[in-house]
């Protein structure tokens, strides 16, 4: 039973991969199951300088969803070198850095660097709804977007290159086609879908910037159209994401074209939820009689 | 020796007005937590209720855990109508607890604060003095037991029906001193109080925190407080802090 | 105690509608309560022509959602008039006719012939994403939804003319201003997000049309959202909807600036909910001492 | 008199393999279901399940409901694990019976569609005759009830377990005729099958339909059949239907 996927030059064990901001730099997970089990390992979201995020309260719970304002803290690309990379090296699997930033150039250096470290590809974040200049405008305008990757995909030459897609659009399929014109070598989505929730006794917001992402089951059946959108738009491999909560919602991905899938959300409900989904994601193939996991992305029938 | 785990209700029962004490019956594995842990428990079915919830660790003894649960909202209304004989996923325990200090240990409670610390007087026994505070009588839990445990206690009730009117602001000049280490926990008002006192009079002092989680276990960044040395996670940093470094807004 | 709010011409004794196309006309709901009760009733969407509808299965469920692809059956606009209107007349609340259409001239057409009827308000679906014709271009292009607002302005000279929003767009907000610069005396929003499941045993789509619109408490959050942006974007009433259960999340809506509510799905999990919904909003204002429910539109507090 | 109540589960046991009995306690006006209706309901707690899930009445006494329950999916699985005492909310009873037709009734059940006919077989007594089919023995429901109650039974089972090695297709050359009325329930196929037997014989014939379903009760039109005019509501025209009006694709 073959369950290897690949990603652009990157190749995973098994399809299944962590989504940025909710595994955070792999060790809170390590005393819960062997992470050399996972395809890869996305982390936390890189900036150039450290981020300090937004106030509390961050989450909020919603519906089978939850919001959250984190405002992408994080301890900045030189100390997240220092200190986290070489820990996350000793799992036998893929290191994926999702990386972000305020402009152009900045995007550019957190790449050069990025490319000369020992990981294995480098998501852009160009979506996250909760900072104010935190790369909205380059997620939901075309233009924009173009010409990110076009200075981005010079700097990125020895590593797998995917752009993360914002569903805050009223088109993925265009949102895919740049990233496939641009060069990228795969596009993963969704991310959080802008949200909001009140407090109807103190009449304040649930959260308190005001507007968060949501994520969970909520926005899977949204997730699944985009990705399916996605893969009828375009040739490179998609990372399907959004509500995966098990095995079943992961092979829905799959099946609408995902060519791997990242777990969210889930990862605070269960923590051994990504291990749970590679070994149900095996009896599925099993019980199926599928020899190898590449024959049913994308394989709805109509 | 994971921290997940299935555990059976064994017992349900009113302990005050709309308050709940609830026993479990752990797997020997998940055992000897400290005062001051907490556990994340999955109330409901999957999806929605969504997120577990956090409860502190009010006693503990060979396979059983017990916690005191108030029915604010949502999930804990399903969590205290959950029969015995039914089972919940639990997660813990989790953060760190109230530290070992050789100074003399006052333990403020407020209203549900007594979740937290109630297994810290167990610990501290007659070595230790309390003072707790509630909005009136039927508030105070467990009132006997903690008198029996301790070496002193000091009742306030915002209305006077059960020890001095007013609340632990009022007791505290009296209890405390530099002698003493203080542990408080209670509604977040009381603990800046409390705090602020502490830090004024240079009293050693704890508080343990309060604040919406989703994973308790660090990853998800969602739970912080602002300190002297930018935000903590309260499930991980905390939820016991320093009161000296916690930024009160 | 003030309950009434003014949509344009419209006054409602509360705030409570029914969302089109989950009251069907009325009928089904009279034996659990007395339509009287409601702030208004809003119908299935009418066609000029009767509308046959998609094939089986229409409806599944998601998580706290449901994705639904009807295509817009109905009995067509005279024989709604005929056999629908005089049975929905019998009751003391206002009567919303949500319209739909494949070209601008069809819009026409109905609310010309329904400015005649005695109807209070007519609602324009411009964002029905269920139908391939179903004005799905309207809803998601600024420019056409111009185009036909100017000309339907034009037709409805005696009635309410509500625009109903789609969500499957990028900013609400261009779209919210469209509606109030044509002249629309409201805005309703949101009406479905577009969405899709997979049967992974079958690995066939759980619904026929393949896609349809997700709707319910999953959604909640995004709707808030949207509410929000449009209140702060324009001046014209909002006409709340998207995942609304109970009182608490009327009030929710209420909060983030909408001057009325619809509730949907939530008539099919329980027929009595607006009616729950009505005297719920009573019970919070007494509970709050809130003298007139408008004071409280909009009250957010940042 | 609304159809909307809250009914207490009173018994809920393993029936055959992988279905349950389950008996519910009603309130009085509630009652009074005919062989072929059903009612909704809600599963879960609310939110998710989200929707309330259709069960034909079983069999009904003075303020009971029963209902036969298969585990398929999540909602089933949460109803059949649910234990007496508990409560769940309840719309009904739903959709049209099976008419009374001056006929000779055969009653055909092919698996789970016994949940449907059971109360018409008890109704007619030994005025009908049956054909009940299933996979194998295990999947035959209350046999020993039918060949008490009706006036003969055919049974057959795919393996040959109990009864005649087939299907009810084996059989209804032998039990239908002109002056039968036909009253079938069971898979998409077998009605199918059935329908355009009969149709082609000359037998009045009806079937009760399944379709996914959000309200019951008219309004979503979600849970249409197609048929020679135009698309019906199962919920509302249905779930029993001439088998001559329903278009099979
Ligand atoms: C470390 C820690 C220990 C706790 N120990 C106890 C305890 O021993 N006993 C007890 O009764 N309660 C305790 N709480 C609070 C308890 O977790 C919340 O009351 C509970 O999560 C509310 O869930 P709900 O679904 O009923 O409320 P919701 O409907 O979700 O919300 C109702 C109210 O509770 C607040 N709330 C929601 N989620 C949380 C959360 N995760 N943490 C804090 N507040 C929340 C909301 O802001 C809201 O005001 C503790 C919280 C923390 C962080
Ligand atoms: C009028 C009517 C009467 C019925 N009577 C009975 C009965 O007496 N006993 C019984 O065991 N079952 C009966 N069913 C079927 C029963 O409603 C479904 O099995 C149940 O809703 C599945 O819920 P679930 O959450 O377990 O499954 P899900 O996880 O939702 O789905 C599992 C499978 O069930 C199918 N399904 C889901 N919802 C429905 C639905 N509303 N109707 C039909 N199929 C559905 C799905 O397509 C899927 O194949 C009846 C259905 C109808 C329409
Ligand atoms: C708490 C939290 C933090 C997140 N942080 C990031 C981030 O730093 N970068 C990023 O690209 N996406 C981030 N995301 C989005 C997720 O990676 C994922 O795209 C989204 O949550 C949908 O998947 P899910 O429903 O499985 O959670 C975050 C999500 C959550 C819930
Ligand atoms: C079964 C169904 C049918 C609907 N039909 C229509 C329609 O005909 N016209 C329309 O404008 N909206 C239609 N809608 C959208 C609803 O009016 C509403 O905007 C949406 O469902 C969000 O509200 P809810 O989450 O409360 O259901 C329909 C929704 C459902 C679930
Ligand atoms: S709850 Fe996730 S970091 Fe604390
Ligand atoms: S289930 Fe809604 S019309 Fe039948």
């Known amino acids: 039973m073959r369950t290897e996927v690949v990603i652009g030059k990157m190749k995973m064990k098994n399809p299944v991969m962590t989504a940025s901001g909710t595994f955070g730099y792999g060790n809170e997970y390590a005393e819960f199951f062997d992470l050399s089990k996972l395809g890869a390992i996305n982390v936390k979201g890189i900036s150039l300088e450290p981020m300090e995020g937004n106030p509390s309260p961050r989450i909020c719970e919603t519906p089978c969803g939850m919001i959250n304002s984190i405002g992408l803290q ?29 402009t152009v150039e900045e995007y550019i250096r957190i790449c050069e660097r990025l490319d000369e470290e020992e990981i294995d590809a480098i998501e852009l974040n160009v979506s996250c709804p909760n900072v104010k200049k935190g790369g909205i405008s380059f997620g939901v305008d075309e233009y924009q977007l173009a010409g990110l990757l076009k200075d981005v995909r010079r ?3 020895n590593k797998t ?14 949102f895919a086609k740049v990233a496939e014109e641009e060069g990228s070598d795969a596009i993963s989505l969704i991310n959080t879908i802008t949200a909001m929730s009140i407090d109807i006794n103190t009449r304040r917001p649930k959260i308190a910037n005001l507007i968060g992402g949501l994520s969970g089951p909520a926005i899977k059946p949204i997730a699944v159209r985009m990705v399916w959108e996605a893969f009828n738009a375009v040739k490179i491999p998609i990372i399907g994401m959004g509500g995966i909560m098990n095995h079943e919602d992961a092979l829905e991905f799959i099946l609408a074209g995902a060519s791997a899938v990242a777990i969210g959300t889930a990862n605070f409900v269960d ?24 024959t049913i992305i994308g394989g709805l029938e109509k | ?23 479990l019956h752990l797997p020997r594995h998940a055992m000897n937590p400290e005062p001051g842990q ?18 502190c660790m009010f006693d503990s003894g060979a396979h059983e855990l017990a916690i005191l649960v108030k029915r604010v909202g949502r999930g804990t209304a399903i969590l205290t109508g959950k029969l015995p004989g039914s089972f919940v996923d639990v997660l813990g325990p989790l953060g760190t607890p109230y530290p070992r200090v050789e100074k003399e240990p006052l333990i403020i ?14 610990k501290y026994g007659k070595g230790c003095r309390v003072i707790y505070g509630a909005g009136s009588r039927e508030g105070l ?14 009742v306030t009730t915002d209305d006077g029906s059960e020890g001095t009117r007013g609340n632990v602001m009022d007791k505290i000049g009296e209890y405390a001193n530099k002698g003493s280490v203080v542990y408080a926990c209670g509604p977040e008002i009381m603990l800046m109080k409390v705090s602020r006192y502490c830090v004024e009079h240079e009293i050693e002092c704890y508080v343990s925190l309060e604040q919406n989680m989703a994973c308790g276990i660090g990853s998800c960044v969602g739970c912080v407080v602002k300190t002297l040395e930018g935000y903590k996670r309260v499930c991980k940093e905390g939820p016991v802090f320093r009161a000296d470094e916690i930024v009160w807004d």
């Open chain 1, 74 to 102: 994080n301890v900045g690309l030189e100390a997240f070198i220092r200190e986290k990379l070489s820990y996350l090296r000793k799992f036998r699997t893929n290191i994926v850095v999702n990386v972000l930033g305020n």
């Open chain 1, 155 to 157: 700097s990125v030459k």
């Open chain 1, 161 to 174: 290159l995917i752009v993360k897609l914002s569903p805050n659009v009223t088109d993925i399929r265009v």
């Open chain 1, 271 to 294: 923590p051994e939820s990504t291990m749970k989904v590679v070994e149900g994601i095996g009896s599925y193939m099993a019980d199926n009689d599928i020899m190898d996991v590449n």
């Open chain 2, 1 to 23: 020796m994971s921290k997940l785990f299935t555990a059976e209700i064994i017992e349900n029962r009113p302990a005050a007005k709309d308050i709940h004490l609830i026993k």
């Open chain 2, 38 to 55: 907490f556990y994340m428990l999955q109330v409901g079915l999957h999806n929605d209720p969504l997120l577990k919830r956090p409860f």
């Open chain 2, 109 to 122: 409670s407020g209203g549900m604060g007594m979740a937290s610390v109630y297994s810290l007087i167990k």
């Open chain 2, 141 to 154: 839990i467990s009132l006997d037991n903690i008198r029996e445990m301790a070496g002193e206690v000091a």
